[in-house]
């Protein structure tokens, strides 16, 4: 199989009535225990890693395994910079070859992210590369950023926005939050309807982990097609560690 772009996917979802599950790595065996799922399962995904995560698990190593992981995979798999901070980030992870790249200036006033979301969409297409964007405050935190307070995303400004910077996907804030949340969240399902009426690109929910099934389905119905989990794995892999680290295999 060979490496797809993030659009590839997306549009194949549209088509499905589906989402697409996106997973962060921040190690080889993370990369390996995503592919071999997506193997398993026979499921196409994304492999994406978040700029706030590169001090510990820096992209020049991470971005030649999490591409040549895609290459070799039996199923399509799309490579993704999540959270993307800086340009001359987004610029690497280009050259690496990721497949798509999000540049999140969603805390940044309305111009600056059309500007710099703009210049994304300028570099991308030389790659032929997909380009996600974020807008309104998604809460809570991804990686060791700071805590945010949710905004939910004006769908009027949404449609705005899709057709001034040519993004290929748009990531909403309807309540949903980045790590563990404390209660049940209450997403705002008559937000995303009115995003979903007024913009014509396929939706991303992050902040997945604690979100039910019942809660996806109802979000697919109203236009997501990419789903970001990143809490859920990596509180996992800690779990195992631990259960590995506390077990007689350990014990020599
Ligand atoms: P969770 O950590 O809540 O699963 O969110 C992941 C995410 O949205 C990555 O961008």
Redesign the pocket.
């Known amino acids: 199989m060979v490496i797809v772009s993030m659009k590839e996917l997306l549009i194949d979802a549209e088509k499905n009535g589906s989402a697409v599950g996106?997973f962060?790595v921040g190690n080889m065996e993370m990369v390996m225990g995503v592919i071999n799922a997506a193997e398993e399962t026979e499921t196409p995904v994304i492999l994406?890693i978040?700029e706030k995560r590169l001090m510990n698990s820096p992209l020049e190593l991470m971005a030649p395994m999490m591409v040549n992981a895609a290459k070799e995979a039996k199923v399509k798999i799309a490579v993704h910079l999540?959270?993307g901070l800086t340009l001359d980030c987004i610029k690497k992870a280009l050259s690496y070859g990721f497949t798509s790249v999000m540049l999140d200036c969603s805390l940044k006033p309305l111009p600056e992210n059309i500007a710099l979301t703009k210049e994304v969409v300028a570099l991308a297409e030389k790659y032929s590369a997909t380009v996600e964007a974020e807008l309104g405050v998604?809460g809570?935190n991804?990686g060791d950023t700071e805590e945010h307070i949710i905004t939910c995303t004006d769908p009027k400004v949404a449609k705005h926005f899709c057709k001034e910077t040519g993004i290929d996907a748009l990531a909403v804030a309807i309540g949903?939050?980045?790590?563990?949340y404390p209660v049940l969240p209450e997403l705002r399902f008559d937000v995303l309807e009115e995003i979903y009426n007024q913009t014509d690109i396929p939706l991303v929910?992050?902040?997945?982990?604690?979100i039910t099934d019942e809660m996806f389905r109802k979000a697919i119905s109203l236009g997501i097609r990419k789903i970001?989990?990143?809490?859920?794995?990596?509180d996992a892999l800690t779990r195992f560690s631990q259960e590995y680290l506390n077990s007689s295999a350990c014990a020599d």
Request: glycine share 18%; proline share 0%; aromatic share 4%.
């Open positions: 996106a962060s994406q978040a999540d959270h998604v809570g991804e949903n939050a980045h790590g563990n929910l992050h902040g997945g982990t604690g970001n989990i990143a809490t859920a794995s990596f």
